[in-house]
């Protein structure tokens, strides 16, 4: 296993070195070159993580996918919503809702185009748009998600994917499924994918077989490069139907 924490290791894909339009001291928007108004991508990062560490916004990982978003012609999004220890999903979810906020009023985001993406224990944080999808939402994506509460971290009853998704209609969901997944974690996903094929849910499963969790900076392999690559045109294209 990979052991370079995520705050050092590389993405998987390589991306422009582009530099973020931020707002703020705290919401990083990577932009394509232009004037005219693109949908937008938010990333949601993990938790908890040592208190040591500097905020995910500004991990390799994230940037990447804010670049690479922005490469692909729409806003890539990272922002940080958690510090420490002890995660508090309570204040995660109001800055998340804050974060929103502030994007849909970007003078170059399109407001009623995004697309929210969750990373392993952000995954909760997904849960309140599972279950009532507001109509700016027009994907939303789970990589290596933490999609209950397996690890006793007290996640409140409304934040757990695992039974959101039977509200999600015809959201479309994408998640990026790691085959070497953490046991706990990979038994919650599979009770998840039961209960979105029982909800009729409209899911899309990328398998990553040999991926680990985190393996979209922990395995600089073809088969994570396909994965990620996958995933963000899964998603851009949910962005722009009907557009």
Not at 20 to 39: A, C, K
Not at 129 to 150: H, K, N, Q
Not at 199 to 213: F, K, M, R, Y
């Amino acid at each position: 296993m990979n052991q370079i924490p995520p705050t050092k290791a590389p993405f998987v894909l390589s991306t422009p070195d582009l530099a973020p339009d931020p707002i703020g001291d705290d919401i990083d928007v990577y932009l394509p070159d232009g004037d005219w108004q693109v949908p937008a991508v938010v990333y949601v990062h993990g938790m908890p993580y040592p208190s040591e560490w500097p905020g995910p916004r500004v991990w390799p990982v994230y940037l990447g996918y804010g670049r690479a978003t922005a490469e692909r012609g729409a806003a890539g999004v990272v922002f940080t919503h958690s510090s420490g220890d002890e995660p508090d999903y309570d204040a995660s979810a109001a800055k998340l809702d804050a974060v929103i906020d502030a994007v849909r009023e970007h003078p170059r985001v399109d407001g009623d185009r995004l697309s929210l993406w969750h990373f392993s224990g952000g995954g909760p944080l997904s849960a309140d748009y599972l279950r009532e999808p507001p109509p700016w939402l027009r994907c939303l994506a789970l990589t290596y998600p933490m999609l209950d509460d397996v690890r006793g971290f007290g996640i409140p009853q409304r934040m757990r994917p695992i039974d959101a998704i039977a509200h999600a209609g015809r959201l479309p969901v994408v998640l990026s499924n790691a085959g070497r997944e953490r046991e706990d974690l990979a038994e919650a996903v599979t009770r998840f994918r039961a209960a979105a094929s029982n909800a009729d849910a409209n899911l899309t499963v990328i398998e990553v077989p040999d991926g680990q969790h985190g393996f979209d900076f922990a395995d600089h392999t073809q088969q994570s490069r396909q994965a990620v690559t996958q995933a963000l045109d899964t998603v851009l294209g949910h962005l722009r139907q009907g557009s």
